[in-house]
């Protein structure tokens, strides 16, 4: 590589750390998380609209709880991607209120504007649900074995968790089975503050303790479905 040739790379590292930045700065805002959840509730309606490539009914039945993110990836050269949404558990007395969640990173990779994904992701097994639980990251693939989860109608009879963490991805309309194996995902302590107007833990939010908010009914309704 000459030196205008790294010049040029350099000069593009550095023209998207701005982008970056924009992509991974956490929305501290009780708006910005009542945004994450009637998104949610979005997400789990276009999941649901198309029944023959969709979530299997049965999938949704037996999870313990769901992750649900829109992530963007930008950049030019430079990737970067970041995301947030919300994880919810399912309790002895129905689903619990949401906790918020993120996940972001960078790398090198021919990535030439922008892309949003939605992601739904199927927690299969308690031990996720205490993963997510546990206030800090999450690793799939590391912390919890995950798999692209089975699709459509014909996948009803065979769904018997293959992994601790089903995941599914929508993108301009396509839906997919994909695997997230190494994604990072964190919890949104301050989100979850300011939501709940106090100073509360995953573990509190996904076992039901604490009381989902009037803003959460209506992803509570939508859950109540499965």
């Known amino acids: 590589m000459n030196r205008i040739e790294r010049c040029a790379k350099y000069f593009l590292v550095w023209a998207t750390i701005?982008?970056?930045?924009?992509?991974?700065?956490?929305?501290?805002?009780?708006?910005?998380?009542?945004?994450?959840?009637?998104?949610?509730?979005?997400?789990?309606?276009?999941?649901?609209?198309?029944?023959?490539?969709?979530?299997?009914?049965?999938?949704?039945?037996?999870?313990?709880?769901?992750?649900?993110?829109?992530?963007?990836?930008?950049?030019?050269?430079?990737?970067?991607?970041?995301?947030?949404?919300?994880?919810?558990?399912?309790?002895?007395?129905?689903?619990?209120?949401?906790?918020?969640?993120?996940?972001?990173?960078?790398?090198?990779?021919?990535?030439?504007?922008?892309?949003?994904?939605?992601?739904?992701?199927?927690?299969?097994?308690?031990?996720?649900?205490?993963?997510?639980?546990?206030?800090?990251?999450?690793?799939?693939?590391a912390d919890l074995s995950v798999a692209a989860g089975p699709l459509g109608r014909t996948a009803e009879a065979g769904v018997m968790p293959q992994a601790a963490v089903y995941t599914y991805s929508r993108s301009q309309g396509v839906f997919a089975g994909v695997s997230l194996e190494g994604t990072v995902i964190g919890a949104r302590n301050d989100a979850n503050a300011s939501y709940y107007g106090r100073s509360v833990m995953p573990e509190e939010i996904l076992s039901g303790r604490i009381k989902p908010p009037k803003g959460a009914q209506s992803l509570l309704k939508v859950l109540a479905r499965y």
């Open 18 to 141: 701005p982008l970056i930045q924009c992509l991974l700065v956490p929305l501290p805002s009780h708006a910005g998380m009542q945004e994450d959840v009637d998104q949610a509730v979005t997400i789990l309606e276009r999941f649901r609209s198309l029944p023959e490539t969709d979530i299997p009914p049965a999938v949704f039945r037996q999870a313990k709880g769901l992750a649900i993110l829109t992530v963007t990836k930008a950049g030019f050269i430079v990737s970067a991607r970041g995301g947030k949404g919300i994880v919810i558990a399912r309790t002895r007395k129905g689903w619990s209120g949401p906790s918020a969640i993120g996940t972001g990173g960078a790398g090198f990779g021919l990535q030439i504007g922008a892309q949003v994904t939605e992601f739904v992701i199927v927690l299969n097994t308690d031990n996720a649900v205490r993963a997510f639980s546990r206030g800090g990251n999450v690793s799939l693939g």
